[in-house]
């Protein structure tokens, strides 16, 4: 039951942010999310090693779109000001919520870097692509090259969420 409520609750606030910015109603991805979080350490975990995992990834994640805007990639929509590089919060908010799928409806991923780096490699491309058919996000490049570094980008990042959740847990000696 746990995993169900992990997976749902978390693509049902990933469509909250996608269609709030849409919607033009930015901040309900992100109430939407932390709704989630609340509820998934309330209900489903007291492991709290993974709060560090998701506030870590949720900087790394920001990090990472905010420089795939800064080198024009691809455009938010749903920034913080029209003038900000900064990947905005319903992005930080994806992030965060996907982190805390790790250890539960994602978990058979754990010690598969190679089923991880395909899963980066395929599904953070067909995020990107459905942000850009709901008008969350634009490409500022050619798409084919936009698709390519979201897929690199992913195809890392994803094994090595992975990776530093074995070492946390490892850390805190769970």
Request: charged letters at 5%; one cysteine or more; proline letters at 3%.
């Amino acid at each position: 039951m746990k995993n169900i409520f992990n997976i749902v609750g978390f693509q049902l606030s990933w469509w909250g942010c996608v269609l709030g910015v849409k919607s033009g109603i930015v901040y309900l991805g992100p109430v939407l999310m932390s709704i989630f979080l609340i509820l998934h350490f309330y209900f489903y975990t007291s492991d709290y090693t993974e709060i560090r995992l998701i506030i870590l990834f949720g900087l790394i994640g920001t990090m990472i779109d905010t420089s795939m805007a800064y080198y024009g990639i691809f455009n938010y929509n749903g920034t913080y000001t029209p003038t900000t590089f900064i990947a905005p919060l319903w992005i930080t908010s994806m992030w965060c919520g996907f982190s805390a799928t790790v250890n539960h409806s994602l978990s058979w991923l754990k010690n598969r870097y190679f089923a991880s780096i395909l899963l980066g490699a395929v599904s953070g491309p067909l995020s990107y692509l459905a942000g850009v058919k709901f008008g969350a996000i634009e490409f500022s490049t050619l798409p084919i090259i936009a698709i390519g570094v979201v897929a690199l980008f992913y195809a890392v990042t994803i094994p090595l969420i992975y990776w530093v959740n074995e070492r946390l847990i490892k850390n805190n000696g769970s």
